[in-house]
């Protein structure tokens, strides 16, 4: 799996609220260790360069 919702790293820290993951979140997409993914509907978390959205961009 290359992609996460919200609610996926809010299960990962269940010891912080939502607001302090979406810092934390907000904090490594800033510095492109993650990058956002939309489908139009939906928004999620992915490493960025990997899975096949990246591949198929030409990022590898």
Known sequence: ??????????ELFPEKGPR????ILTKLVNEEV??????????MYG????GK????EGED
């Open 34 to 43: 993650l990058e956002f993914w939309s489908s139009g509907s939906t928004t």
């Open 1 to 10: 799996k290359s992609k996460f919702y919200f609610k996926d790293f809010t």
């Open 20 to 23: 302090e993951v979406k810092k």
């Open 47 to 50: 490493l960025k360069g990997a």
């Open 53 to 56: 959205q990246a591949h198929t």
